[in-house]
């Protein structure tokens, strides 16, 4: 996940051990450089799709140990390279974040949840799988749990920023759950616009959605009690970042429109007391 556009996640942060600073922020800068060609600024399609084929090359390069011919990309992808080489870092979910961006260049509806959490787990679950190839703790039991962790705040971004989406032409709300709570895309539009009042559908579908998100990050939240030290205290953070999140977006009665949540220092101060008693409240 590119990080300046996933506030839940504390990267690099002083909890990460030294060690692993240099190769977390080498993924987020190959991660938010590609996110950014496929969703930044006025470039046509065609160009944004041409420009990541350019990554993917870039990055086989890297896995046959072969320098990056491209002027622009060679630095991103040498310091990248050499996350890679030092960890034995897996190629597949590098793969996977560019299918995704690609994807995200064109794509703009997603018929179920079920489509929605194949494009997050190509979007979102590659980090938190990364992140455990660098602690040594890539266990089957732990990827499953990181998987739910990593989508869950995947969703919780969408809901916060369903407006924000709209407005590029992109919703994430599936499709089939839209209808089944009678929410057309003429009803959000409405919605975003502040021409509508938040009523009861919406509110349905959406508390429908955080609901699910809640409950895959609590799925996920005994890998944060299962990975020892510091590791351990940056995932719980996580964890309960994006749970708070959730709560304050049921804090604004679902209106998302004009009440975006977010974290702010109290908030903090309040994780942070949570995660002492994370075995109990989390």
Same mark, same amino acid.
């Given at each position: 996940?590119?990080?300046?556009?996933?506030?839940?996640?504390?990267? &690099?942060?002083?909890?990460?051990? &030294?060690?692993?600073?240099?190769?977390?922020? &080498?993924?987020?800068?190959?991660?938010?450089?590609?996110?950014?060609?496929?969703?930044?600024?006025?470039?046509?399609?065609?160009?944004?799709?041409?420009?990541?084929?350019?990554? $993917?090359?870039?990055?086989?390069?890297?896995?046959?140990? $072969?320098?990056?011919?491209?002027?622009?990309?060679?630095?991103?992808?040498?310091?990248?390279?050499?996350?890679?080489?030092?960890?034995?870092?897996?190629?597949?979910?590098?793969?996977?974040?560019?299918?995704?961006?690609?994807?995200?260049?064109?794509?703009?509806?997603?018929?179920?949840?079920?489509?929605?959490?194949?494009?997050?787990?190509?979007?979102?679950?590659?980090?938190?799988?990364?992140?455990?190839?660098?602690?040594?703790?890539?266990?089957?039991?732990?990827?499953?749990?990181?998987?739910?962790?990593?989508?869950?705040? $995947?969703?919780?971004?969408?809901?916060?920023?369903?407006?924000?989406?709209?407005?590029?032409?992109?919703?994430?709300?599936?499709?089939?759950?839209?209808?089944?709570?009678?929410?057309?895309?003429?009803?959000?539009?409405?919605?975003?616009?502040?021409?509508?009042?938040?009523?009861d559908d919406w509110r349905a579908l959406l508390a429908f959605e955080v609901q699910r998100a809640r409950a895959m990050m609590r799925s996920g939240a005994p890998l944060a009690r299962a990975l020892p030290g510091r590791i351990g205290w940056e995932l719980r953070l996580v964890v309960l970042g994006g749970l708070r999140i959730l709560e304050r977006i049921e804090g604004v009665g679902y209106d998302v429109f004009r009440h975006r949540p977010t974290l702010g220092r109290r908030d903090w101060l309040r994780?942070?007391?949570?995660?002492?008693?994370?075995?109990?409240?989390?």
């Amino acid at each position: 996940m590119p990080v300046e556009h996933y506030e839940n996640f504390p990267v &690099a942060s002083l909890l990460l051990p &030294a060690r692993l600073r240099e190769p977390v922020e &080498a993924i987020y800068a190959f991660a938010r450089s590609a996110d950014d060609v496929a969703d930044e600024g006025d470039a046509p399609a065609i160009a944004r799709l041409a420009r990541l084929h350019d990554y $993917q090359l870039a990055l086989e390069a890297c896995a046959r140990g $072969q320098p990056v011919c491209d002027a622009g990309l060679a630095p991103l992808f040498a310091r990248l390279g050499h996350a890679i080489a030092s960890h034995a870092l897996p190629l597949q979910p590098l793969r996977d974040l560019l299918d995704a961006f690609m994807q995200d260049v064109g794509k703009t509806r997603y018929a179920s949840f079920d489509e929605l959490r194949d494009y997050c787990r190509r979007s979102a679950d590659p980090v938190g799988r990364l992140m455990l190839h660098l602690y040594g703790a890539a266990t089957a039991e732990n990827l499953r749990r990181s998987d739910a962790i990593c989508t869950s705040l $995947q969703l919780i971004n969408f809901w916060q920023d369903v407006g924000v989406d709209w407005n590029k032409r992109r919703i994430y709300l599936p499709q089939d759950d839209m209808a089944r709570f009678g929410v057309d895309e003429a009803r959000l539009d409405a919605l975003v616009r502040g021409e509508t009042a938040i009523d009861d559908d919406w509110r349905a579908l959406l508390a429908f959605e955080v609901q699910r998100a809640r409950a895959m990050m609590r799925s996920g939240a005994p890998l944060a009690r299962a990975l020892p030290g510091r590791i351990g205290w940056e995932l719980r953070l996580v964890v309960l970042g994006g749970l708070r999140i959730l709560e304050r977006i049921e804090g604004v009665g679902y209106d998302v429109f004009r009440h975006r949540p977010t974290l702010g220092r109290r908030d903090w101060l309040r994780l942070g007391w949570r995660a002492l008693t994370f075995g109990r409240t989390a």
